[in-house]
Nanobody
Framework: QVQLVESGGGLVQPGGSLRLSCAASGFTFSNYAMSWYRQAPGKERELVAFITAAGGSTNYADSVKGRFTISRDDAKNTVYLQMNSLKPEDTAVYYC?????????????WGQGTQVTVSS
């Protein structure tokens, strides 16, 4: 039914870049704000960024502000996360989901995520 398929992760050196993609299906993508979360081993899942349904507003966690950019392409039902100046502390599994921004309610079950590893 609803599917969220993350891709684009990998192993990069500190200071490097990656662009993550999330292909969504099974719901009216354009009606939902979309988000990226990440979870490092032994830590809680944290909200990294979100973008409104219209794409006019974005928000970022302080830890990634100025380095990451979230965007969306409604024609492709895809949300992206451009990650620059990567740091070892960015290492985590990254997930996307539809969210109700005001309460951070997550609409769908989590997908498999994509692994990002930042290491020398």
């Amino acid at each position: 039914q609803v599917q969220l398929v993350e891709s684009g992760g990998g192993l990069v050196q500190p200071g490097g870049s990656l662009r993550l993609s999330c292909a969504a299906s099974g719901f009216t993508f354009s009606n939902y704000a979309m988000s990226w979360y990440r979870q490092a081993p032994g830590k809680e899942r944290e909200l990294v960024a979100f973008i409104t349904a219209a794409g006019g507003s974005t928000n970022y966690a302080d830890s990634v502000k100025g380095r990451f950019t979230i965007s969306r392409d409604d024609a492709k039902n895809t949300v992206y996360l451009q990650m620059n100046s990567l740091k070892p502390e960015d290492t985590a599994v990254y997930y996307c989901n539809a969210v109700f921004i005001r309460t951070k309610y997550v609409y769908w079950d989590w997908g498999q995520g994509t692994q990002v590893t930042v290491s020398s």
